[in-house]
């Protein structure tokens, strides 16, 4: 096998990474002055006497969250214009001066609080681009971004991510800043050393575009060069209409295919995110009540996201009481009930499974159903296409095959195939490509009694920590 395929099956993830992966579908939560004036950019010069979100209840947002199947949130501390929603000691432009909890209030202190109530995981959004602060454009603003910086890694417990968006535009004095984003990674792993840092960070890749689409085949190993924070300010959302960068860039549609990482020099881990609004807009809009995403667009952009190798940040905006109204939650119940429903039983569990191509025990392929997120089963280097059977005591329906890899020692699998066996005869019904993390294989129902998988690439050896039949 030559170096540089070598070279890319070695390259492996963060512990913080990996801590993140698991993480698979969280909330993003877009809230703010914006939800006070019905638009989806403010300028900067909004009066914080209109913020006033009478029902404010983060609980309700938490136990929404969970009722989806997510395990996270992450919370817009600022957006772009500048309005901080805790008791900043940098601005007079805060919670403070509204009168909401008659100026006492701090609702990233409540949020977070109620995540760990709820037993989910806190993350932050900090806009760096402040369409309100007189020092944006000039070295004085990364001082005060840093300081903001500090306040939310210090005072809200831990958190899991913090979210660098890169949006960038001028300032109320007309000015740009150029950002000092060594500076505020810096201070991220100083002070929560666990956190990834997503988008314009390097820890977590955006996928390339707002709508929710991700590539067929997601590498998490791609070329260092795909780190480039102006790439993404360059995508990024560009006018002030809650219109989403619909598609990927065809160009970059292969990031880590052999002939991608051929001649790219230093490769490394930066594993793909896909962020979507449940409705057009990112903040809310009383008009957009009746646009929530349907269940099918939901479900199709889950087994997308999370079931292609990559996790779902899905924005799910608060109304101006404060809470998340009844037609978004009731659509995020209906798909969690839908998730658990569909993945309730693991027909693999009580199969035997087995493989002829392994080298010692360690590696069998009864590791792929213990439950361990340590074990796996890795065929031998020498054989070709190695493939792994499970036989299920009688027949069985089923219409879904979960692949994970052991990411622990890296990505591996380039292309594999799914048959089941009918008349004593192999059939072929399906063919990946990459399985990474999570692949979540959907097919038209299947009765069976012995399903394969077979490795057709990989490079170096594959190693499959779980399979799962549904
Ligand atoms: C973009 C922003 O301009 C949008 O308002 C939103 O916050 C989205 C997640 O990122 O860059």
Redesign the pocket.
């Given at each position: 096998m030559s170096d540089y395929i070598k070279r890319a099956a070695l390259v492996r993830p963060t512990e913080r990474q990996l801590a993140w992966q698991g993480m698979e579908f969280y909330a993003?939560i877009?809230f703010g002055i914006n939800t006070f004036t019905d638009k989806?950019?403010g300028l900067g010069n909004e009066d914080p006497a209109i913020f006033n979100p009478i029902a404010f209840n983060a609980d309700q947002w938490v136990d929404t969250c969970k009722a989806a199947g997510m395990r996270g949130l992450i919370f817009?501390c600022k957006?772009?214009d500048g309005f901080c929603l805790w008791p900043s000691k940098y601005t007079d432009h805060t919670v403070k001066n509204s009168p909401w909890r008659d100026g006492h209030g701090d609702a990233v202190l409540e949020v977070s609080e109620a995540c760990r109530r709820g037993g989910i995981k806190f993350g932050i959004?900090l806009?760096p681009w402040d369409r309100h602060e007189r020092n944006y454009g000039s070295g004085k603003y990364n001082e005060y971004f840093k300081n903001q910086l500090k306040e939310l890694l210090n005072n809200y417990g831990d958190i899991f991510c913090v979210w660098f968006?890169?949006?960038c535009g001028e300032g109320l004095n007309g000015k740009r800043q150029v950002y000092d984003w060594e500076g505020y990674c810096r201070l991220v792993r100083e002070f929560q050393p666990s956190a990834v840092i997503s988008v314009c960070g390097p820890d977590v890749r955006w996928c390339g575009n707002?709508a929710g689409y991700c590539r067929e085949s997601e590498w998490s190993v791609v070329p260092a060069c795909s780190l480039g924070i102006e790439e993404v300010q360059e995508k990024?959302?560009k006018v002030d209409n809650g219109e989403f960068s619909k598609r990927i860039n065809l160009e970059d549609s292969d990031l880590g295919s052999r002939e991608v990482i051929r001649d790219a020099g230093e490769l490394i881990w930066y594993p793909a995110e896909v962020?979507t609004s449940i409705r057009p807009g990112?903040f809310y809009h009383s008009s957009e009540d009746d646009s929530v995403k349907s269940l099918e667009e939901l479900v199709k952009i889950y087994y997308g996201s999370v079931g292609g190798n990559a996790n779902f940040l899905l924005?799910i905006p608060p109304d101006k009481n404060g809470l998340i109204h009844g037609n978004d939650a009731r659509r995020l119940k209906e798909l969690g009930d839908y998730l658990k429903e569909e993945f309730r039983q693991n027909l693999a569990k009580n199969a035997r499974v087995f493989s002829k191509d392994i080298a010692e025990e360690t590696y069998s392929a009864e590791k792929v159903i213990d439950g361990n997120k340590n074990t796996f089963w890795c065929p031998d280097e020498g054989v070709q296409y190695p493939e792994l059977t499970i036989a299920f005591d009688k027949p069985a329906v089923f219409n879904k095959v979960v692949l994970m890899e052991h990411i622990q020692s890296g990505q591996r699998v380039e292309s594999f195939a799914l048959s089941y066996k009918e008349n004593g005869e192999w059939k072929e019904f399906y063919q990946g490509t990459v399985i990474g993390y999570k692949k979540i294989c959907c097919f038209e129902k299947i009765l069976a009694r012995y399903l394969k998988l077979v490795i057709n690439q990989s490079r170096w050896r594959p190693e499959i920590t779980s399979v799962g039949v549904f």
């Open positions: 993003f877009h989806e950019w817009t957006h772009h959004y806009s968006d890169g949006a707002e990024s959302q962020n990112w924005n």
